[in-house]
Each structure stands twice: as C-alpha cells, then as structure tokens.
C-alpha cells in the first residue's frame, strides 16, 4: 500500500481544506477541475484527458452517458480538434457495483480527415462488450454503432446504435464551471495561515473559468434494458488507453468528479517534491481496487477539515462518519438508480444525504464542499451555472463556442 496522506511532510488541515477545493497548478494551464488535467501522465495529451463524465436520465426508458476529453479548448484551438486516432476510449458499467465492469462501450476513432473550412473530421465506431471481457482495455466486443464526429460548428450528427439508441462524438461547449481565480486567491490565504471561513469564502468571484471554452464529447443514449433495467443501481466509469507493446495501456480514469484531483497527491504540484505519482497510479487501477489505496487519504483529508472546522466552531464528522463517507465515494464510480430523475447529490445532511448520476447541469463544487464540510459550506464558489443554456435533447450539450 502507498504511504496515506497522514505519513507525509506539510499534511496541514489547511493544506487538506485546499485540497478539497480542487488544487490547482501555478499555471493557468495547470487547472484540475472535476477531473481536467488531474495527473502528470494524461497532461501530455488532453485529446485522453478525461474532464468529466455524467450519467442521467435520458427520458422514458433511457440513459444517457457523457465522456468529456480535452478540456479548456479555446474557440480557435477547437476548430481543428480531434480524437486521438490510436486510443481506446471506454465507457464502463459495473452491474453489480463491485468495482469491476461487466458491461462496456468501446469507440475508436479513425485518422482525421480536413474539410473546406479548415475544421476536422473522424469516423468512429462503437463496440459493446460484456461479462469478464468488459473489464479489460481492449478493443474487442459486437459493433453497435459506426459514425462520423461531428466538427466545431457543424450541424449535429448523430448514429443508430444496435439494439436501440443514439451515438454522438464531436466538440461541444463545456458545461463544467467553477471559478478559478476565486479559488487561487482562497488557496494562497488558506495557506499563508487564514482560517476564518467567512474571509475564506468571500475570496470566490462568482465568475465561470470554463465559460467560453470546449470539450471533445462522446455521448450515448441508450435504452436501460441494456444497462441493467430500469430500477436497478450500477456504477459508471471511464477509461482511456493508448496502444503499448501490442497492446492497451489504461492512461487515466473517472467515476465521480474530484475523487483523484481532491485524495491523491496532496501536496500542491508547485512544490519542489511533488511528482504526482499517485494520482496517476490512480488513473490507471481498477475501481475495485481503490478502496485498498485510496481510503486512508479520504479519512485524513476529511480528519484534517475536520480540524479548520473546529477551528472556526463548526461540528467535525465523527470518526463513524469518515470511514462511512468514505465507503460510499469509493471505488470511484458514479451510482445511478435506472430511470431516477435524480441529481447527483440531495440533502441538506449527512444523514439525509442521497448520490445519483450526474447531470452536466449539476453544480457539483457546491455539492462536494457541502459534502467534505459536514454542510458547514454549502454556497460554494458562487458559480452556480453553466453560461450556456443545456438542451433537454440529444446530445445534451449547448454547441460549442
């Protein structure tokens, strides 16, 4: 097991209260937000960055399921993106919850192809694999679905899936938000020794950072028939690999978002012995194996704001509470009751509190501080939307910028 966050250097509860904001590089470029740009390994090709994924009620009878890859894409940066042509991307369903999928939804993409207005073009393909096949990185299970992605500014294409449902894959607005600047300005006060929360929380601006920018989407709907059935849970996840040796090598992961950017690797990456090795053994094991890695970071991060808590008379979660919370965020999968509407967190209270998807609409910063303050913090970063307006259709994602 690799050393737990309370056996290395600098482990301060303030240190552990700017990690559950989303820690975040000394360059702009360095953002991790729900999960963009959360490791070392993954920043050297956005194109298998995984930024979020989402799992929600698609309509009567129906899911839909959003991977988002290479965040931050500036407009112009967006008329010419495109899929990495050899990596594997995979959406995957664990029926039973265990932490190992039995159910996944493979795409590959092909070379791209230059249309007249200098934007991009790939074809794709969609496979679905089941049983014990479905845990692995591999490209292999029946062809559901062939299509063609969809370029910045183009009109919507979309793909018959086998069986029934829709394929999408193209560049669409990114509909995470969360103010940066408000939060480097938190972090740098939490840090040189404030700990007045009032003082803290007003560092936030209000204002979206990721307002304006892009994302390459995968979106499939299908029908809950063929993701477990209608009332039952399963957990949803996402891999990328890349080919290596004659085969796939897993680059990074996803289930909830923040679950690597807040536990792993705490220790801020401008500083002089960050390496970031943690959160990129993360990315590439298997969700059944994070409860083994990954529960002694969660306690000491939550036993750590714990203490600022205290520290500005609020309640800390007992230690029952800890190992609870952290037996309910891991393995790192997003939990889905099939046709619940729904969001991914209710509840004004521990014991209240109930976790289910996730809708690109979510506000999730303010559910996840909510959520690690024992609901001390609940107004979050002040950002509270996207700034586009997110269709009820399919793909489920405002066009891009």
């Not at 991009?120 to 845990?135: I, N, P």
Request: glycine share 10%.
């Amino acid at each position: 097991m690799r050393p737990s966050i309370q056996s290395r250097a600098r482990r301060t509860p303030l240190l552990a209260l700017a990690g559950l904001a989303l820690v975040v590089g000394a360059s702009p470029l360095l953002v991790s937000g729900a999960d963009h740009l959360d490791a070392p390994a993954v920043k050297l090709d956005h194109r298998i960055d995984i930024t979020d994924v989402y799992a929600f009620r698609a309509g009567a009878g129906s899911t839909a399921l959003v991977l988002n890859v290479d965040g931050l894409m500036t407009p112009a940066a967006s008329r010419t993106a495109t899929f990495r042509p050899n990596a594997l991307y995979e959406l995957k369903i664990d029926r039973d919850q265990n932490g190992a999928a039995d159910l996944a939804y493979r795409v590959r993409f092909s070379d791209p192809r230059a249309n007249a207005d200098g934007t991009r073009t790939q074809s794709y393909v969609v496979r679905r694999a089941t049983g014990a096949e479905a845990a692995r990185n591999v490209w292999t299970g029946a062809v559901v679905a062939v299509g063609r992605t969809t370029p910045w500014k183009h009109a919507v294409r979309s793909a018959s899936i086998a069986g029934g449902g829709m394929a999408f894959a193209g560049t669409r607005d990114d509909p995470f938000f969360f103010d940066l600047p408000g939060f480097v300005t938190f972090k740098h006060e939490l840090l040189g020794g404030t700990t007045d929360l009032p003082t803290l929380l007003g560092d936030f601006t209000g204002s979206d950072t990721f307002a304006g920018t892009n994302v390459l989407s995968i979106v499939l709907r299908l029908p809950n028939e063929k993701l477990g059935g209608t009332g039952n849970s399963i957990g949803v996840f996402a891999t990328t690999s890349v080919r290596s040796n004659g085969g796939w090598r897993q680059v990074d992961r996803m289930g909830r978002p923040a679950i690597n950017t807040v536990f792993n690797g705490l220790i801020l990456p401008e500083d002089s012995d960050y390496n970031g090795l943690e959160k990129d053994a993360f990315n590439v094991q298997r969700p059944s194996n994070d409860r083994g890695t990954t529960t002694d970071n969660v306690t000491a991060v939550l036993d750590a704001i714990g203490g600022v808590l205290t520290a500005n008379g609020a309640t800390p979660y007992t230690a029952g509470e800890v190992g609870a919370i952290a037996n309910v965020l891991l393995p790192d999968e997003l939990t889905l009751t099939l046709g619940s509407s729904a969001h991914f967190a209710s509840g004004s209270s521990l014991a209240t509190l109930a976790l289910n998807g996730r809708y690109p609409g979510d506000d999730v910063i303010d559910a996840e501080f909510a959520l690690l303050t024992n609901f001390v913090i609940t107004t979050g970063d002040g950002v509270n939307a996207n700034d586009k307006s997110l269709p009820s259709t399919f793909p489920y994602l405002a066009s891009p910028h």
